[in-house]
């Protein structure tokens, strides 16, 4: 059983298209997230949930909505897609044992490599 | 701003030591993470500090100075299996901030 799964894992779209990438995990994490790592590898945090709430949003366009709709699940939804998103985005999961603001090691998704033509 | 450094490129020889260095500076700090990556893949944990010190873990360990910003990862008995890269990565608050990663080439 894969712990955090992410669909689709190839993804080949034109500028302009709106497009839906999900993630689920069954570890039973509160926590969940998305990067973005670009072509120097770079991992970036774009959003974090805990238990479906919105804890994090660091300066991502508002083309970018993130929606949780249980604390199992976070995808991502884009709009208007541009030449600058493509790269491979990752969807995270975490447990803060130590309550929120602790950090716990991440478990990644195998991740969706994006391709904006 | 956050800022973490690691060397971009490494090579060592199979059954050999490699040391891989990261200084860091970041606001706050709640660990040290190192991730291990191969090629399309996605990052794995390797191992963690939040105190001072070296913790072990088989073949690998890892060093932290939090006084000084700086930890390493250190893989012993080197194997081809181990060619990846490796990200290091500083906790802060539900955040994670992370280097650019240390491709290791490791050479029969």
């Known amino acids: 059983d894969t712990a955090v799964s992410q669909t689709p894992k190839y993804l080949v779209t034109q500028m302009g298209n709106d497009k839906s990438i999900k993630c689920e995990q069954n570890l039973g994490h509160d926590t969940m997230y998305w990067y973005k790592q670009d072509s120097k590898k770079f991992l970036k945090i774009m959003f974090s949930y805990n238990n479906k709430e919105l804890i994090i949003n660091e300066t991502v366009p508002n083309r970018f909505s993130p929606k949780s709709p249980d604390k199992a699940h976070l995808n991502l939804h884009i709009n208007s897609l541009e030449l600058g998103d493509s790269a491979v985005y990752f969807c995270a999961s975490s447990q803060p044992t130590g309550g929120k603001g602790t950090n716990e090691k991440l478990f990644f998704g195998s991740g969706t490599q994006l391709s904006v033509l | 701003g956050q800022n973490i450094d690691q060397p971009t490129e490494m090579t060592a020889t199979e059954g050999a030591i490699v040391q891989i260095n990261c200084t860091y500076q970041?606001?706050?700090?709640?660990?040290l993470f190192w991730y291990q990556q191969h090629a399309g893949e996605a990052p794995t944990f390797l191992s963690y500090n939040v105190l001072d010190g070296l913790e072990e873990k088989g073949r690998f360990s890892s060093f932290l100075s939090r006084s000084k910003g700086y930890s390493y990862l250190l893989l012993k008995e080197l194997q081809m299996k181990d060619s990846a890269s490796y990200l290091c990565a500083v906790g802060d608050f539900n955040k994670f901030y992370f280097g650019s990663g240390t491709k290791l080439n490791v050479k029969p």
């Open positions: 970041t606001s706050g700090f709640n660990g």
